[in-house]
């Protein structure tokens, strides 16, 4: 009520009705909305979800290896008794699988998300995309929606099994994640129990508020400092290893450079009903804490945002990874501790 009357003064709007029981059920920025219009702009009630969706057939295990080739508990995936939970990752750019499931140059122990599935019985899985590590030989995309397509499939099958899950996503990654949860909710597929999030602005961020310049047309001078604002270690960037990367990132940030945002659907108008954990990098040269806190408007449940110590890729250094990671898993729901 304190925040509805806020709202309500601050758009001088006192001679409307503050009605709890239902606008407690709007997000902030349709309250904001319904209050400057006077009370004429009133939020449609939200459509029912879809009815889940029969179950999908499991792909065989060649094709789940080359999208996971490392899920923990084991690669082959042969599990004594069911994972009690999962963990869903989505890489940044440039990136592999390894950002997420490798321990670290000349580190032993392992990370902090594959010691925790392992040791409570979780199933960790690392999305690897196609053109890169074993997958080098398979056509990227320049924009999200194939990799929707395909990873679909793969992954669908799992979700559909009971168990809870998290998604985690870091920088390209998150918009990814945004148009998979899009797909999931309008086909009927369950949705996780928490979202990660980390290293990236809401998806409708406009074009000319985007913190980066697009890589189009860019020379590979210019490409180059474009890559080190994003924090790319400069040793991808010298001529022998950037004939590797270079194509491999211009992929990639196409696909973020010219991303169209597409709303919610219907059923979700006001925001994803899964709470979300959302960080800003306190070094990141591009994405910081306002770009990040824009990710509220796609929750209807709780949206906390917090500060990670460190540059966008935070991931490649082990110990600030390390303490994200646990601060991470802290914040998760109580059936994956």
């Given at each position: 009520?304190?925040?509805?009357q806020?709202?309500?003064?601050?758009?001088?709007?006192?001679?409307?009705?503050?009605?709890?029981?239902?606008?407690s059920?709007w997000?902030?920025?349709?309250?904001?909305?319904f209050?400057?219009?006077?009370?004429?702009?009133?939020?449609?009630?939200?459509?029912?979800?879809?009815?889940?969706?029969?179950?999908?057939?499991?792909?065989?295990?060649?094709?789940?290896?080359?999208?996971f080739?490392?899920?923990?508990?084991?690669?082959?995936?042969?599990?004594?008794?069911?994972p009690?939970?999962?963990?869903?990752?989505?890489?940044?750019?440039?990136?592999?699988?390894?950002?997420?499931?490798?321990?670290?140059?000349?580190?032993?122990e392992?990370?902090?998300f594959?010691?925790?599935?392992?040791?409570k019985?979780g199933?960790?899985?690392a999305?690897?995309?196609?053109?890169?590590?074993?997958?080098?030989?398979?056509?990227?995309?320049?924009?999200y929606?194939?990799?929707?397509?395909?990873?679909?499939?793969?992954?669908?099958?799992?979700?559909?099994?009971?168990?809870?899950?998290?998604?985690?996503?870091?920088?390209?990654?998150?918009?990814?994640?945004?148009?998979?949860?899009?797909?999931?909710?309008?086909?009927?597929?369950?949705?996780?129990k928490?979202?990660?999030?980390?290293?990236?602005?809401?998806?409708?961020?406009?074009?000319?508020?985007?913190?980066w310049?697009?890589n189009k047309?860019?020379?590979?001078d210019?490409?180059?400092?474009?890559?080190?604002g994003?924090?790319?270690?400069?040793?991808?960037?010298?001529p022998?290893?950037?004939?590797?990367?270079?194509?491999?990132?211009?992929?990639?940030?196409?696909?973020?450079?010219?991303?169209v945002?597409?709303?919610?659907?219907?059923?979700?108008a006001?925001?994803?009903?899964?709470?979300?954990?959302?960080?800003?990098?306190?070094?990141?040269?591009?994405?910081?804490?306002?770009?990040?806190?824009?990710?509220?408007?796609?929750?209807s449940?709780?949206?906390?945002?917090?500060a990670?110590?460190?540059?966008?890729?935070?991931?490649?250094?082990?110990?600030?990874?390390?303490?994200?990671?646990?601060?991470?898993?802290?914040?998760?729901?109580?059936?994956?501790?």
């Open positions: 009520m304190e925040e509805l806020e709202i309500q003064a601050d758009a001088m709007a006192d001679d409307i009705e503050i009605d709890l029981a239902k606008m059920l997000t902030k920025d349709q309250a904001v909305a209050f400057e219009s006077g009370g004429e702009d009133e939020p449609k009630e939200a459509m029912p979800l879809p009815p889940m969706a029969p179950k999908m057939p499991p792909v065989d295990d060649a094709t789940f290896k080359k999208w080739p490392k899920a923990f508990q084991g690669a082959d995936r042969a599990f004594q008794q069911p009690k939970f999962r963990m869903v990752c989505f890489i940044a750019a440039g990136c592999s699988e390894s950002m997420w499931s490798g321990n670290g140059l000349r580190q032993k392992p990370n902090p594959v010691a925790h599935c392992k040791e019985g199933e960790m899985l999305i690897e995309l196609p053109g890169r590590e074993q997958r080098r030989n398979d056509p990227r995309s320049r924009s929606g194939p990799y929707v397509e395909q990873l679909f499939p793969v992954l669908m099958p799992l979700l559909q099994d009971g168990i809870p899950f998290v998604f985690c996503a870091h920088s390209f990654g998150t918009w990814l994640m945004y148009e998979l949860l899009k797909k999931m909710v309008t086909v009927g597929i369950p949705l996780p928490m979202c990660a999030i980390s290293g990236f602005g809401a998806p409708d961020l406009p074009l000319n508020e985007r913190p310049p697009q047309g860019e020379d590979d210019k490409f180059k400092e474009n890559c080190k994003w924090d790319v270690n400069e040793i991808a960037l010298i022998a290893n950037f004939k590797t990367f270079g194509p491999m990132f211009r992929d990639d940030f196409s696909c973020f450079d010219e991303y945002f597409t709303p919610l659907p219907d059923c979700v006001g925001g994803f009903p899964i709470p979300f954990q959302v960080y800003y990098a306190t070094k990141d040269k591009r994405v910081k804490e306002h770009h990040v806190v824009e990710w509220k408007k796609f929750t449940e709780k949206c906390d945002v917090y990670a110590e460190g540059n966008h890729l935070f991931f490649f250094d082990v110990p600030q990874r390390a303490t994200f990671m646990t601060t991470v898993l802290g914040r998760l729901p109580a059936e994956f501790k």
